[in-house]
């Protein structure tokens, strides 16, 4: 059949390859960042790709320009989606082609003249181009299968009934005898020992960051402090003592006899 080649059909005038790749893009990007869900797109919706299809092509277009391309696209999206959908077609996708006898094509070119642009070729957008105008297809399914339970009842005969003899059973079962396994403590580490396998190189210590006089932060290291620790049963907790000098002494504990700037 003398079919034109499939750029004909695909593109007119200023439209190239380039200019469709850069408008699909950018609406995809559009129309997932705004979560847009209709595939009719708003004006402002086409600022964006016009200034990228300028910058990419060269070429600028009116807001009139982008909307029919946009539904240009959209048509081409339904088309490939019917060619695939008719009996006898097959996609060839790694030849990028559509296999079907002459027969089947000339019985597809009447119902749709637009068709002709896949017959050497595939529709390459494919797939950005069902992103964009697919999401409200639906899924033909298969009818169901309806079942129809009957209200009336057979009684079987007795003898249809099997009925099996298992002979003498034991009621009592026997099993292997098991034992729970004994959990074992195990020392992995001893306590007294200090890791050596640290990943961190710095010394142990109290970490401070500190805002140095020129602005910069400078890292202060401290070994602790020490804390004050309650003293053991028996020994003095500090201060001057208030035991009895004489340790015979039974009588009252009074500092007049010890403490030495109270005598004049």
């Not at 009842?153 to 099996?164: C, F």
């Not at 401070?208 to 400078?218: C, E, K, M, T, W």
Request: hydrophobic share 35%.
């Amino acid at each position: 059949m003398n079919i034109p080649p499939q750029a004909v059909f695909l593109y007119k005038g200023a439209w190239s390859p380039t200019c469709d790749t850069t408008f699909v893009d950018c609406l995809l990007t559009l129309k997932g960042e705004t979560k847009w869900t209709r595939s009719v797109f708003p004006s402002w919706f086409l600022l964006t790709p016009a200034k990228e299809i300028k910058h990419n092509a060269g070429i600028m277009f009116s807001e009139k320009d982008l909307k029919d391309r946009a539904e240009v696209l959209q048509m081409r999206y339904h088309t490939f989606r019917y060619v695939l959908r008719q009996r006898g077609v097959t996609w060839d996708m790694p030849l990028k082609s559509v296999i079907a006898l002459d027969e089947v094509w000339k019985k597809i070119f009447k119902l749709n003249k637009f068709v002709r642009a896949y017959y050497y070729k595939e529709e390459h957008m494919y797939s950005k181009l069902a992103c964009l105008f697919g999401m409200d297809d639906v899924k033909v399914e298969g009818a169901p299968e309806v079942v129809v339970i009957s209200d009336t009842t057979e009684q079987l005969p007795l003898n249809e009934i099997g009925n099996e003899d298992l002979g003498e059973q034991n009621d009592e079962v026997t099993s292997s005898l098991r034992f729970p396994r004994l959990d074992v403590c195990r020392k992995l580490f001893d306590v007294d020992i200090e890791a050596d396998d640290r990943e961190s190189t710095m010394e142990l210590g109290i970490y401070f960051i500190d805002l140095a006089p020129d602005g910069q932060l400078r890292i202060r290291v401290e070994n602790g402090r020490a804390l004050p620790k309650q003293p053991r049963l028996g020994e003095d907790q500090g201060g001057p003592s208030t035991r009895s000098p004489h340790a015979s002494s039974c009588g009252s504990n009074s500092p007049m006899g010890w403490w030495p700037h109270l005598h004049k």
